[in-house]
């Protein structure tokens, strides 16, 4: 039997034993998880246990980056500081729509791109931007994609960008560069969407939505939502002005840094242990997924259907790659969520590498099409979450076909960064 016989034979079984688990209506991770030993097996390494070691603590950075970030978000709001800015910018722009869509499209990108999950966003800032939307005289169909497409483009923004990290990590190459690069058509995407979805309405109904709104303590200033981020911002601006001279903190610390500091200038007193708890639980679904991404690709390197993969994606002709990214990555979000990323998206970057085109852009255009699939079946997590948050209770098809426009917008942005990647280097060094 041949290495790519025997390859083939491993990721047939994978893909079987994954959709098997799945008709049995388990979990994604528990899919992946067994496909990853199904594949094992297959390849005839039944149960190697330091391999199942080593990929669970593949992305432990990025878990720790997670729950410190998401910690500090969840305190945020706990401590009224979300409520405040709302509520501010309600009573402020509110005869100005263009301005109050704006802003309102700021605040949704912050705690996705802060975590790198959109469920984040969702849960954070979602309902509370759901009531302004409602009282500007926005369906709850058209609320409810403009936050879901939202929430999916802050997990593409910077700082955090999931897919972009553990491709980037897939290829040994450097998380650096990303900030423009993501930062650009994830703004220019998310005003674009808001603008299409949220511009027809009536004039903001400003007593009715602060009477909706959750009311800020009576002690919340600016000044106090604005430190923690500062000295988030500190941390980072340090290492960068004088990366030789400073100790390598690490992106959990300088979270958890921001998160004491909002517990130190918080105007009410936080139950610490409640939120914490609450928000392992809330990131569970996500760190079980990063977790069995990390053993299903350690089994497929162990195996060789990672380099099979890897093979198939250089041999095949350019064209068909580019015309089929608008499929291929938010139907393998929606099968695999973030393990598309290593999956797929280590292969496809070595192809861009190799073809000349500047892999950092053409990942960049590739992280912001990949959230789309977090609305498709069979996973749907934000999808349904989104729904659920804002209380639009029609066809989910509807909904789906709401969000068409905007996804279309976004997939040609993409595919133009992937393809023009080359002519968009620049955006690395600026």
């Known amino acids: 039997m041949t290495m790519f016989t025997q390859a083939a034979i491993v990721l047939a079984t994978m893909v079987v034993v994954y959709a098997g688990v799945r008709a049995l209506r388990l979990s994604t991770e528990l899919s992946m998880l067994a496909a990853a030993l199904g594949g094992a097996a297959a390849g005839g390494h039944w149960l190697p246990s330091r391999h199942i070691a080593e990929g669970a603590v593949t992305y432990l950075d990025i878990n720790l980056i997670f729950i410190t970030a998401t910690l500090f978000m969840n305190l945020l709001k706990e401590s009224g500081g979300v409520a405040y800015v709302v509520r501010g910018i309600v009573s402020r722009f509110h005869r ?79 998380y650096v560069g990303f900030f423009w690069p993501l930062l650009i058509p994830c703004v220019v995407a998310g005003l674009l969407t808001s603008f299409i979805l949220g511009w027809k309405g009536t004039s903001a109904d400003l ?159 590739m992280s912001v099409i990949w959230p789309l699939g977090d609305a498709l079946p069979p996973t749907a997590i934000i999808g349904r979450l989104t729904v659920d948050v804002v209380g639009y209770k029609g066809s989910y098809g509807q909904f789906l076909k709401t969000c068409a426009v905007p996804a279309v917008i976004i997939i040609v942005m993409g595919t133009l960064m992937v393809v023009y990647s080359k002519h968009l280097g620049f955006l690395t060094g600026i």
């Open 207 to 365: 007593r009715q939505a602060l009477r909706e709104l959750p009311e800020a303590p009576a002690g919340m200033r600016w000044w106090k939502v604005v430190l923690p981020f500062t000295i988030f911002g500190a941390f980072i601006y340090v290492g960068r002005q004088w990366p030789h001279s400073t100790p390598i903190t690490g992106l959990p610390l300088m979270f958890a840094a921001a998160a004491i500091t909002s517990i130190l200038v918080s105007p009410v007193r936080l139950d610490i242990a409640r939120i914490s708890r609450e928000t392992i639980h809330q990131l569970l679904p996500l760190v079980a997924t990063l977790t069995c991404v990390g053993v299903l690709v350690q089994m497929m390197t162990l195996t060789g259907a990672r380099g099979l993969l890897a093979v198939a994606a250089v041999t095949l002709p350019v064209t068909v790659i580019f015309a089929t990214l608008f499929i291929v990555l938010p139907v393998s979000e929606a099968v695999l969520m973030w393990g598309a990323a290593p999956v797929l998206g280590v292969p496809l970057v070595l192809l861009f590498n190799k073809m000349g085109l500047n892999p950092i852009i053409a990942l960049a255009g």
């Open 96 to 174: 100005s729509r263009a301005l109050l869509l704006t802003l309102l499209t700021l605040l949704l990108l912050i705690p996705g791109a802060l975590t790198g999950a959109g469920s984040v966003t969702v849960l954070v800032t979602g309902s509370m931007v759901a009531v302004v939307l409602h009282y500007m005289g926005i369906s709850k169909l058209r609320t409810a994609a403009i936050i879901f497409i939202i929430a999916g483009l802050s997990a593409a923004a910077p700082p955090i960008s999931l897919w972009a990290m553990m491709t980037a990590a897939g290829v040994n190459m450097p």
